[in-house]
């Protein structure tokens, strides 16, 4: 069976072929009336008209596809990006496709033999900003918007972020209402411009605290040591055991750049005999579905992000548009669940 033709479209609603493109280009309004493009779609729809939008990408000099460049999808949080971003994407008739780091945070290979022909834009994560310069190399300038980002390094059409500084204030000060003074934090060792602020915002947070105590690493009244690990369950447990192990004096609470380290911490504790959150309270970041799958629940920030991916998208739309984006940074909010409790006594 021959497959119909937009010049079979125009033909059955008696109109011309410009006007069927117009219509189910949806760029008809003012120039076509409701009733001449009803007629349209109902031809369309009795033919089983459906238009060739490779030909027409050729013709508009557009692909309507835009380049997600993300670590592993292994990450739900990641994940969940995908899906805002292309739910909005499919609302506006694009497409997009996904440009992983095959060790989640370095380089991955370029896909695209000429990503400019294959692209109309670009929406990157920082945790993936290296995976970039394999399209760069390439010669590529396409339209680049960046995710969890620098906004001061520039280099971007538009930036997407969250409050991220908001939420690790959020946590630092539920666990200084809490009492704890002694604090601990479980650190991503990936260099990048989303855990730095974390930890800028943590040391700011415990300044600002006015109760009794010494250190000479914040203030008079808590003391804080930051300890690094590699974004996985068993490396974050080991660096937690020895943490944990060593000479006082010991945490009574953890602070976690992540959900993941977050388990390692509550694992590293358990294996060293200490209850949770009697003896040791742990906050994450995320709000992944592990924070509710461990025992007791975790108490961590919870970032929007489907909602992320949305703005990406919608933020890539606008600048390929034309315009300006500009947006607040996304809110965060600390949901509070078993893992962190009042300091043990002395």
């Known amino acids: 069976m021959t497959r119909p033709t937009s010049r079979d479209v125009a ?44 030909a027409r990408s050729l013709r508009l000099g557009s692909t309507r596809t835009a380049l997600l460049v993300v670590p592993a999808l292994t ?25 992983l780091s095959p060790d989640g945070t370095g380089p991955a290979r370029n896909p695209f033999a000429s990503a400019n022909t294959a692209l109309d834009g670009v929406i990157a994560s920082s945790m993936a900003a ?37 939420g690790t204030r959020q946590a630092t000060e539920h666990l200084l209402g809490l009492g704890h003074r002694d604090f601990l934090h479980l650190a991503s060792a990936v260099d990048s411009w989303t855990f730095d ?3 800028k915002a943590l040391t700011e947070a415990l300044q600002a605290d006015s109760s009794p105590h010494t250190s000479p690493d914040t203030s008079p009244h808590t003391r804080l040591r930051t300890v690094r690990s590699a974004l996985d369950v068993p490396a974050a447990t080991a660096a937690m055991e020895t943490a944990l192990s060593g000479p006082g004096p010991h945490p009574t609470a953890v602070i976690c750049d992540d959900d993941i380290l977050a388990v390692g911490a509550c694992k590293a504790a358990r294996r060293l005999g200490l209850r949770i959150p009697e003896d040791l309270s742990v906050t994450g970041f995320d709000d992944l ?30 600048v390929l548009d034309g315009h300006r984006w500009t947006a607040p940074d996304l809110p965060v909010h600390l949901v509070v669940r078993g893992s962190t409790a009042p300091p043990p006594a002395p």
């Open 289 to 318: 579905a592990l924070a509710t799958a461990v025992e007791p629940e975790l108490t961590t920030v919870s970032l929007p992000a489907e909602r992320v991916g949305e703005q990406g998208m919608s933020a890539l739309l606008a």
């Open 11 to 54: 033909r059955q609603a008696g109109v011309s072929q410009a006007t069927v493109s117009l219509v189910l280009g949806d760029k008809w309004r003012g120039r076509v009336s409701e009733r001449t493009a009803e007629q349209v779609r109902q031809a369309a729809t009795e033919l089983g008209y459906r238009p060739n939008l490779a």
């Open 130 to 166: 290296d995976a970039l310069q394999a399209i760069s190399g390439a010669g590529t300038e396409l339209p680049l918007v960046m995710l969890d980002s620098d906004p001061s390094t520039g280099g971007a059409a538009a930036f997407v972020n969250l409050a991220l500084a908001d």
């Open 197 to 199: 602020v974390r930890a």
């Open 75 to 99: 990450n739900e949080f990641f994940a969940r990006v995908y899906t805002g971003a292309a739910r909005v994407a499919a609302d506006h008739g694009f497409s997009v496709v996904l440009y």
